[in-house]
């Protein structure tokens, strides 16, 4: 267990806020299987402010799910601090968090983002001005730095804290390597030893032992599992009962795995209606089929279904042939 300000998290893991990812369909069946603390995909300052709707319905916020994080980012400090106020004030979510690691284009230029990894005076400013006006604790998402010339990270880390961030969630990557290339533990460990707030250890967790190799080689607070975790769940949960007890459980079989598939389609159904979660779940199902044998023809199914009749049928066949022939699960 740690704490972020006032807000209790009972263990060491935690879902990464994914765009186009982290809804509430998906963050309460993360949720279910014992994630820590989940958080939402990051939401724009600006189209909060201006009323966007699509953006409104993403502040929606489920009772189950808490403790969970809102993100939010923005280039312009009077735009953010309006923003971060209409979440304290409109919102159950317990932390806000500001994103200044994401390291697409169209965020960089909005001057959000990575941009601020490569100004620690901003981080201060706009981090310091957000604290200021809301009740609810304050954490930032960053990354170890630009590019490798430019890595600021213990110096934006403490700039952050000094402005009043309650926790910090480092990505151990630059800007300019995107998603690629190994993320540098070394430098999440130098940001842990130089500030006093929670540090929350991000990139390349990919199995429980992972997860527990980097806390036992940077001394963060807790772990955040993003992309391991897309249609893996279990993810979560083998790797909070491995730091807890030791224990390595095995994966799930194949049924568990569809019966999951089939309870995240109907969160998503209720979010946003059958016909845009059935496109949107075909991204899920893929993930959810990854190293299943034959997953090739059935993703042809699943991304020919137009209902959730069709889709159900299409996964309890699957099912049903494996089971027949006894086939192993992974490829």
């Known amino acids: 267990m740690f704490k972020i300000g006032d807000v209790e998290i009972n263990n060491r893991v935690v879902l990464a806020p994914m765009a186009g990812v982290c809804n509430v369909a998906f963050r309460l069946t993360v949720k279910e299987f014992g994630a820590g603390l989940v958080c939402a995909e990051m939401i724009s300052d600006k189209a909060l402010l201006f009323g966007n709707e699509k953006t409104k319905r993403m502040l929606y916020i489920d009772e189950n799910e808490h403790p969970m994080s809102l993100q ?9 601090v309006e923003a971060a106020k209409y979440v304290d004030e409109n919102t159950s979510a317990d932390i806000i968090d500001i994103n200044m690691g994401c390291p697409v284009s169209k965020i960089i230029r909005c001057e959000a983002g990575a941009r601020w990894l490569l100004d620690p005076e901003k981080i201060y400013d706009m981090v310091n001005a957000v604290v200021q006006n809301v009740s609810k ?5 960053m990354r170890i730095g630009w ?3 430019h890595i600021y990270a213990v110096e ?4 952050a804290e000094k402005a009043g961030a309650a926790a910090i969630t480092m990505h151990g990557r630059t800007r300019e390597q995107m998603y690629e290339g190994q993320a540098d533990w070394e430098i999440i460990r130098q ?17 429980p032992e992972l997860a527990q190799k980097m806390l036992d ?18 993810m979560i949960y083998r790797t909070v ?3 807890e007890t030791g224990e390595l459980i095995g994966e799930p079989d194949l049924k568990e795995k569809m019966d999951v598939l089939k309870l995240h389609m109907d969160r998503l159904i209720d979010l946003k209606g059958e016909k845009v979660a059935l496109m949107e779940m075909r991204k899920h199902a893929s993930w959810y089929m990854k190293n299943i044998k034959g997953n090739g023809r059935i993703r042809k199914g699943i991304n020919q279904s137009e209902t959730r009749s069709q889709l159900v049928e299409v996964l309890d066949e699957f099912v049903a042939e494996h089971q027949a022939n006894n086939t192993e699960l992974i490829v």
């Open 217 to 234: 080689e940077t001394g963060v607070d807790a772990v955040m599992i993003g992309r391991e975790a897309l249609g893996n769940p279990w």
């Open 191 to 207: 940001v842990k030893a130089a500030v006093d707030i929670p540090v929350i250890g991000n990139g390349d967790v990919t199995s």
């Open 241 to 243: 009962h491995y730091l």
């Open 72 to 80: 939010i980012f923005g280039g312009e400090k009077e735009t953010l």
């Open 156 to 159: 934006n880390a403490r700039m």
């Open 147 to 149: 590019d490798s010339a």
């Open 137 to 141: 604790p304050v954490t930032v998402k």
